[in-house]
């Protein structure tokens, strides 16, 4: 983990938020690197969840929300963790991750677990008081929720069908840690499936499948991810049955993703309170019911964390260390870099033509700085497929090397066939 951390830093993946200043603790930025890589990873899913589908709708819902919303659905209740404070060093810890009654470092005694709030509170408006205190979101789940009866009647999907968001979410976690594992400040990619009563646990089984497949479409090794079923006890207050897709971590097997049956627990919740009619009228069945949900929820910063370490390899070669972060060619932030050998012409201008013509068709990138050897190990630590070689021969017989970062081989291929050449091994 701290190998990978330092090299998220050093290229330019992720680092401490406002580091200038000695970061905050549970929050952090991304780099150019990173940015590229997690909106790969939120288009893959887009695709997949939405567009790939005819049964599934997206939207975009407001971070803050009437707070209402989170009395209704049981957040303002019942979203807290049990929290304990060391006595000696005031260090406060989930009563759930902690083993004994005394802290491990200073031996000091525990207090008795209280409930700790993770919803993060502040004022719209410009009045500080009660009647305007606001949340922020601490899933986007319930934009979805309040939205259902806008998107059935707007568009002419009938159950089962899904509404779909990516954004930001917010929770004021007790520890947060593992860098970008548990974080204040996250993102998720949610589904909310909207189903007849008596289909709830069938789909419940087919989206664990197909999230499962998901990790593995993105070249996730299949041996470091499982399923596993929640216990009676760990469910969450709407929760009727649940899996989590965990993946091995170095720090053990950990959550990547929930999927979870809700039954009709929030659109009654919101039905409730909200006095609208959030039911669906079955014309084929002569019936009206409150539809069923089915949730896979996943984090776009553990999904980040999960393919950089999955990724992420130290080998020798040639009596050489070399880092290499085995991405697939579908989420690598950069697919092909073009290096010219020297920094002489005609090898610069031709290596930046010969980008200029493969950028609408890859994520590339052009570098000509340092020795030939240097560049390919930086191109292999960021995880670029392929590197292009501009050499001296290239002005005269036309042609480049093209050098793979997983089995470093390296081909002579003529410029005319060069995009065809990339396209072949990139798809
Ligand atoms: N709407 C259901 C829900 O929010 P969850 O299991 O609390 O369920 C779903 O969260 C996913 O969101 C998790 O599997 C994880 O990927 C991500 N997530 C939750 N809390 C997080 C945190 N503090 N930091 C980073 N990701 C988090």
């Known amino acids: 983990m701290e190998r990978l951390v330092s090299l998220a830093k050093r290229r330019g993946f992720f680092m401490q938020s406002s580091e200038i200043y000695g970061g905050l603790q549970g929050f952090w930025d991304f780099g150019p690197l990173g940015v590229t890589l997690r909106n790969n990873i939120k ?17 975009d819902a407001s971070i803050i929300m009437n707070p209402k919303t989170w009395v209704a659905s049981g957040h303002v209740q019942n979203f807290t963790d049990p929290l304990v404070e060391c006595k000696k060093c005031h260090q406060r810890f989930r009563a759930d991750q902690v083993t004994g009654t005394r802290h491990a470092d200073d031996g000091g005694e525990f207090t008795e677990a209280r409930q700790f709030h993770l919803m993060f509170k502040t004022f719209a408006g410009p009045v500080e008081d009660s009647t305007a205190q606001v949340y922020l979101r601490p899933e986007t789940a319930q934009g979805i929720f309040v939205n259902f009866a806008n998107v059935l009647s707007s568009t002419r999907l009938r159950p089962p069908f899904g509404i779909a968001q990516i954004g930001k979410a917010f929770r004021n976690e007790i520890t947060p840690g593992n860098s970008i594992f548990r974080l204040r400040e996250f993102e998720q990619m949610e589904l909310e499936y909207f189903v007849p009563p008596a289909d ?96 896979p929820s996943a984090g776009v910063d553990r999904t980040m964390l999960t393919l950089m370490i999955d990724a992420y390899h130290e080998e020798e070669v040639r009596g050489e260390q070399r880092v290499v972060l085995r991405f697939s060619h579908r989420i690598a932030p950069i697919q092909v870099a073009i290096l010219p050998l020297s920094r002489k012409e005609p090898l610069m201008g031709a290596a930046q033509r010969i980008e200029h013509e493969l950028r609408p068709y890859f994520r590339t990138e052009y570098d000509d700085t340092q020795s030939i050897g240097k560049r390919y190990r930086r191109q292999d630590e960021i995880g670029t497929p392929y590197a292009v070689t501009i050499d001296f021969e290239t002005a005269t017989d036309e042609s480049a090397t093209i050098r793979s970062r997983d089995e470093m081989t390296q081909v002579r291929v003529p410029l005319k066939g060069l995009r065809e050449a990339l396209q072949e091994r990139l798809h």
Not at 43 to 59: T, Y
């Open 43 to 59: 288009q893959a899913w887009w695709r997949s969840m939405v567009e790939l589908r005819d049964d599934v709708v997206g939207i």
């Open 200 to 295: 709830e646990m069938t789909w419940l089984e087919y989206w664990k499948e197909q999230r499962l497949n998901w990790y593995r479409e993105l070249g996730i090794r299949p041996e470091k991810l499982r399923l596993r079923q929640h216990d009676k006890e760990e469910l969450a207050h709407y929760a009727r049955g649940a899996f989590d897709v965990e993946y091995e971590f170095p720090f053990g097997w950990s959550e990547l993703e929930g999927i979870a049956a809700r039954g009709d627990y929030d659109l009654t919740a919101h039905q409730r309170a909200s006095g609208r009619d959030l039911s669906y009228f079955d014309d084929v069945h002569r019936e009206r019911y409150v539809p069923h949900v089915v949730e």
